[in-house]
């Protein structure tokens, strides 16, 4: 049985355990990161130098980031599966928002969850907070155009793609208290994701 290492209130974390439950692989998490400690352990950085979660052990295999170990375990235990599509130009393009959630939303969005989930509301910089929201907008308006007409993001069916994106979304489209522009293509992309039953079990839970 594979171990992932990693609280299952990180967002990185919630990715690998949704994408487990949808290609029915059983796994053994282990509580690491923030509160929980360990991933400043040596043992832990020996695993994975970063100091961060998720780490995946499958056997005598040692795995860190977050969108790789999505990869590696579609391809590994589920290659027949739509999940990850072998089509060169759709899993390119799964690919694509993949990297774009890590390269260009996460570092914009992140600022706008922090702010909001784990600073007290009295230190809030409320200002701050609604710029980076403000931004964050943006590229959802971006994400809003390409889904005109789509069910998901890519190709016929749900990929990896989805899962990646799918959590980030529920950082930002539920957040009370800050201004968003209206999405209507993504909230109906969103509510399709909502009612599949491994979101409901690690993304949907309150944020902390």
């Known amino acids: 049985m594979i171990k992932i290492w990693g609280r299952a209130n990180s967002v990185n974390v919630q990715k690998v355990l949704w994408c487990c439950d949808e290609i029915s692989l059983p796994y053994d998490r282990v509580d690491a990161g923030l509160h929980f400690g360990r991933n400043d352990q040596p043992d832990y950085l020996a695993m994975n130098p970063n100091g961060k979660v998720p780490t995946l052990e499958d056997g005598d295999f040692t ?4 969108n790789s170990i999505l990869r590696y375990l579609a391809m590994q235990y589920a290659p027949q599966s739509d999940i990850y599509p072998r089509e060169p130009r759709v899993r390119a393009s799964v690919d694509r928002w993949m990297d774009w959630v890590l390269s260009t939303l996460q570092p ?6 922090w702010g909001m989930v784990r600073t007290p509301p009295e230190k809030r910089d409320m200002a701050a907070i ?8 943006k590229l959802w308006l971006m994400v809003d155009e390409h ?15 989805d899962i990646v994106l ?3 979304c529920r950082r930002f489209i539920e957040l009370d208290g800050i201004r968003r522009p209206a999405t209507p293509n993504v909230q109906a992309w969103y509510d399709g994701l909502k009612t599949r039953p491994a979101f409901q079990r690690y993304v949907a839970p309150a944020l902390t």
């Open 63 to 66: 795995l860190w980031e977050s």
């Open 108 to 113: 914009v969005e992140r600022n706008v969850f």
């Open 130 to 137: 609604q710029k980076s929201a403000d931004d964050a907008g």
């Open 147 to 161: 889904l005109r007409g789509r069910r998901y993001l890519e190709g016929d069916g749900f990929t990896l793609a």
């Open 166 to 168: 799918g959590a980030y």
